[in-house]
């Protein structure tokens, strides 16, 4: 007599289980589902705040302001003026001004504020010890209010008693009218303004460096190569990516530019120097009370940095390939 098997064999466990029918319900099952049904409604739930958040602080202004640009507003009622907003941008004396004074102040803002983070990048990267608070000297402007950043260089640039002009008296030059003068206005704004923001910038030029083999920098020197020569011909190519980036997002904020010049010199500056398109917005809507002319303004504006925004993410995808 054969000893009994301890494995039940697959005949008798089919014998001995019922059937399973379509009203039952395997254990655990409903409240798997009932998780899951939980879970992608929260990750539903926080999407659709996000895209609510979004759509109402960023899409529906924008939508408001293309209807705007074609619309005019008096005494409450609202009526369709078609082109009659752009023409009276167009023909307005300021339009054309406001134009080559944001031209003028990118021009200005991309010799100085694009070349100098990038060289004060590269001074802090030949350190070898102390990198750490060489980044939070260099960062500390950004991290001040721009008010208190405004506050420091309108001292500096007081024509009575500013650090400027007694740094000038006492090397025997002429004092200076820098945000009284048309001529040095333009430039004084920028000078400020590259010391206020271009502490984030070093640091994203630093992080490209940092990445740069050190095999190819001991090869140009085995070439005998110099500093320049090493900067030429492996520092910029090896960031030659980031550089693009990061010139498309200053084209993009420097055309933008309210901030700066509207406290220090008070928006149009002498003479109308620093009048900037955006400055120009801000005169028609709430100093005019022209919501359309102001709309269309800034339509123009907004047709003008999608071209460069366009670039900037084709520049992007190319970077995440």
């Not at 005949?11 to 899951?36: H, K, Y």
């Not at 080559?100 to 200005?108: A, H, I, K, P, S």
């Not at 630093?206 to 090493?230: C, H, M, N, S, V």
């Amino acid at each position: 007599m054969s000893a009994p098997s301890l494995t039940q064999s697959k005949a008798d466990r089919s014998r001995r289980t019922p059937p399973r029918t379509a009203g039952d319900v395997p254990p655990g099952g409903g409240s798997r589902l009932a998780r899951s049904v939980r879970r992608n409604l929260t990750a539903h739930a926080f999407l659709i705040g996000a895209v609510l958040c979004f759509g109402f602080f960023s899409w529906y202004p924008m939508v408001r302001e293309f209807l705007l640009a074609f619309q005019q507003t008096e005494g409450g009622r609202t009526t369709w003026v078609g082109l009659d907003n752009l023409t009276t941008v167009y023909n307005d004396p300021a339009f054309w001004q406001a134009w080559r004074n944001t031209l003028l102040y990118t021009v200005l803002a991309l010799l100085l504020g694009f070349v100098v983070p990038f060289v004060v990048a590269v001074v802090i990267n030949e350190f070898r010890h102390g990198k750490g608070y060489l980044r939070l000297l260099v960062y500390l402007p950004v991290m001040l209010p721009p008010v208190a950043s405004v506050l420091l260089f309108k001292y500096l640039y007081d024509p009575g008693y500013g650090l400027l002009n007694e740094l000038f008296g006492f090397f025997g030059l002429p004092e200076q009218q820098w945000l009284q003068d048309p001529d040095t206005s333009m430039l004084s704004v920028v000078i400020a303004a590259t010391w206020m923001n271009m502490g984030g910038a070093a640091l994203i030029y630093l992080a490209a460096l940092q990445g740069i083999p050190g095999e190819l920098y001991e090869a140009a020197e085995l070439d005998g190569a110099g500093l320049f020569r090493k900067l030429w011909h492996v520092t910029i190519p090896q960031t030659r990516l980031v550089l693009s980036l990061m010139l498309l997002m200053q084209i993009i904020a420097t055309m933008q530019v309210f901030v700066e010049p509207f406290l220090l010199t008070g928006g149009a500056g002498p003479e109308g120097s620093t009048t900037t398109v955006v400055y120009l917005i801000y005169q028609y809507a709430f100093n005019f009370n022209n919501y359309g002319a102001a709309a269309a303004l800034g339509l123009l504006l907004l047709v003008l940095l999608a071209g460069f925004s366009a670039a900037y993410v084709k520049l992007s995808r190319a970077e995440d390939e």
